[in-house]
């Protein structure tokens, strides 16, 4: 951004003649970018018929380009003679800057063509913690890898602010729990996996391969809490009441992280999504649960009908990619 901002001041000195003082552009002084790549093609060859070679024109038509441009800066940028052509001082200190003029709008040309396309730009992501855990980094490392000039913008927030912030196109994507029903809203369903048990060091259930929800009944139990992490709390109520089980819920807490650094300390158990097994902290140690539906943590990817980002289709493209490899 420096460069393009010191290359387009320089641009603008180099807009006014000697003699008028008047900004190009004024009563039709303006160059055009033509005759930019016509000169520094000229002073690359310095011969005007082999530059004309190289630009798919004749020698007369370049002959003209260059004469107006010289009549727009005001000064000689070439000297001719009948057997030779060279630069004066004016065109060989003005040869570096127009060649930054045309490098300039090749790349704003590539890049806005890059956008249009979906090939670069930038994607507003909003996550969950949970999915922080393994779903997004396997996302952002896979993005970096295939979409190198997407720049992602990571937001965590719950599910009601993912909601408003898609609404607002602060972001472009979300993850949540649960799909989003609103007609102006896209949801798809990216990830469904397990529940495990996070148990402390020495618990007498780690001898078993599988436990159930009735395996919990009675025990310590650190829980997610209603107001925080109501989609889990609700989750487990449900499949504690099928399986008749009625453990001791001793703390409430929001994130998940949290209830594993309390099973560590051996404050109780808790049942958590099988990708926060990827958290590995000491003296935690995970068994399966075997529930109906099997897999019964789902993640949605969501976003708005009306989106108009191009990068948008790469990236659920990739997301959904990304997504078997999960559990």
């Not at 727009?72 to 065109?91: H, M």
């Not at 800057?97 to 730009?121: H, N, P, Y």
């Not at 029903?181 to 001898?207: H, K």
Request: aromatic letters at 8%; proline letters at 5%.
């Amino acid at each position: 951004m420096l460069l393009f901002l010191l290359c387009f001041e320089r641009i603008a000195l180099l807009a006014f003649t000697s003699d008028t003082k008047k900004p190009l552009g004024v009563q039709g002084n303006m160059f055009e970018l033509s005759q930019i790549r016509c000169f520094v093609i000229a002073a690359e060859e310095l011969h005007f018929g082999r530059a004309a070679a190289r630009l798919n024109m004749t020698q007369p038509p370049l002959s003209r380009q260059i004469q107006v441009l010289e009549r727009i800066l005001g000064v000689p940028l070439f000297e001719r003679t009948s057997r030779s052509v060279k630069l004066t001082p004016a065109g060989r200190v003005f040869l570096p800057e127009a060649r930054r003029i045309v490098w300039l709008a090749e790349s704003a040309t590539l890049a806005a063509r890059k956008v249009a396309q979906g090939d670069a730009g930038r994607i507003g992501i909003g996550f969950t913690a949970v999915s922080g855990y393994s779903f997004l980094p396997q996302v952002v490392a896979q993005a970096r890898a295939r979409l190198p000039n997407i720049e992602l913008e990571l937001r965590e927030m719950v599910s009601n602010q993912q909601a408003e912030a898609l609404q607002t196109g602060l972001i472009d994507i979300g993850f949540v729990r649960q799909p989003m029903e609103r007609q102006d809203f896209e949801s798809e369903r990216v990830v469904c996996e397990g529940l495990v048990a996070a148990l402390p060091a020495g618990d007498a259930r780690l001898t078993q391969a599988e436990l159930t929800m009735r395996d919990f009944d009675g025990s310590p139990l650190i829980m997610y809490s209603r107001e925080g992490a109501g989609y889990f709390h609700a989750m487990l109520v449900g499949l504690f009441a099928e399986a008749q089980a009625r453990p001791d819920y001793i703390q409430q807490v929001t994130q998940i992280h949290s209830m594993l650094g309390l099973v560590s300390a051996g404050l109780g158990v808790a049942i958590v999504p099988r990708t926060a097994t990827s958290l590995h902290l000491a003296g935690v140690q995970y068994r399966d649960i075997a529930t109906v539906p099997e897999k019964p943590v789902e993640l949605y990817m969501c976003w708005r009908r009306d989106n108009a980002n191009p990068a948008l289709g790469a990236m659920r493209d990739l997301c959904r990619d990304v997504a078997p490899r999960i559990v």
